[in-house]
C-alpha cells in the first residue's frame, strides 16, 4: 500500500523553525518527485515546494523562499522541510504529495494543482503564534 505520514508539525513562536518530515511506506521514495502543500483555514490548499527525483532540483514558492528547505534523505525513505523564520501566515496544514506526471511542476506554482498530485498524506498542523 503506497502511503505518506507527514509528522514534525507544532505550535511554534514567530521566527522560529519547524523540521517536518514526509515518511513513504509501499514504494521507494527516490524514484519520485515530490510537493510539499499547505492549507490555511478557509484558504484553498496551495503548493510551495518541490524536489525532483531525477537530480534532486528543488521549487519554491515565493512566500517561503529563503526561509524554507527542501531535501531528501533515500535511505530513510524521507522527505525533510526545514522551516525557519516562521511567519503567522505560515500557519496551515502541511501536506506531502506525488505529482502524478512524475515530476514537479517547474517554477510556477500557479500549476501547483492539488488534482495534479496524490498519495496525499493526513497532513500536519504547524501553528505560528506567540
Known amino acids: 500500500q503506497v502511503q505518506l505520514v507527514e509528522s514534525g508539525g507544532g505550535l511554534v513562536q514567530p521566527g522560529g523553525s519547524l523540521r517536518l518530515s514526509c515518511a513513504a511506506s509501499g514504494f521507494t521514495l527516490d524514484y519520485y518527485a515530490i510537493g510539499w502543500f499547505r492549507q490555511a483555514p478557509g484558504k484553498e490548499r496551495e503548493g510551495v515546494l518541490c524536489?525532483?527525483?531525477?537530480?534532486?532540483?528543488?521549487y519554491y514558492a515565493d512566500s517561503v523562499k529563503g526561509r524554507f528547505t527542501i531535501s531528501r534523505d533515500n535511505a530513510k525513505n524521507t522527505v525533510y522541510l526545514q522551516m525557519n523564520s516562521l511567519k503567522p501566515e505560515d500557519t496551515a496544514v502541511y501536506y506531502c504529495?506525488?505529482?502524478?506526471?512524475?515530476?514537479?511542476?517547474?517554477?510556477?506554482?500557479?500549476?501547483?494543482?492539488?488534482?495534479?498530485?496524490?498519495?496525499w498524506g493526513q497532513g500536519t498542523q504547524v501553528t505560528v503564534s506567540s
Open positions: 504529495a506525488v505529482p502524478v506526471t512524475g515530476s514537479c511542476p517547474g517554477t510556477d506554482f500557479g500549476l501547483y494543482l492539488p488534482y495534479d498530485f496524490g498519495s
Open positions: 524536489i525532483s527525483s531525477s537530480d534532486g532540483s528543488t
